[in-house]
């Protein structure tokens, strides 16, 4: 399985950007994927995940404002994110795993992992 990610850039605060992940491979019939993102000298942190059936979860600090999506067609993960803060300035990649994740936003659940794109806040 591959994911490439897309849709980073800098914005003001305020501003909106949509990520898009976008898997490719042969897909089991049950999985999560999940949005984390990482600054450099911290650890990666979950910010939003979905299940097959659409079951979502957010972490507490994005709530109201990121928004978890998929595709099942295309195999495609979103997420949008409005009401940018500069503290969501990070490196933000896109994970997957096959079966129900126990803690949907740890990102030891997960053993798939895009390379990530940029976005950048600017206050």
């Known amino acids: 399985v591959q994911l490439v990610e897309s849709g980073g850039g800098s914005v003001q605060a305020g501003g909106s950007l949509r990520l898009s992940c976008t898997a490719s491979g042969h897909f089991y019939s049950a999985y999560s994927m999940g949005w984390f993102r990482q600054v450099p000298g911290q650890e990666r942190e979950g910010v939003a995940a979905?299940?097959?059936?659409?079951?979502?979860d957010y972490a507490d600090a994005i709530k109201g404002r990121f928004t978890i999506s998929q595709d099942n067609s295309k195999k495609t993960l979103y997420l949008q994110m409005s009401d940018l803060k500069s503290e969501d300035t990070a490196m933000y990649y896109c994970a997957l795993r096959f079966g129900t994740a126990i803690e949907p936003l740890d990102r030891e659940d997960y053993n798939h992992w895009g390379q990530g794109t940029q976005v950048t806040v600017s206050s």
């Open positions: 979905i299940d097959k059936d659409g079951t979502t």
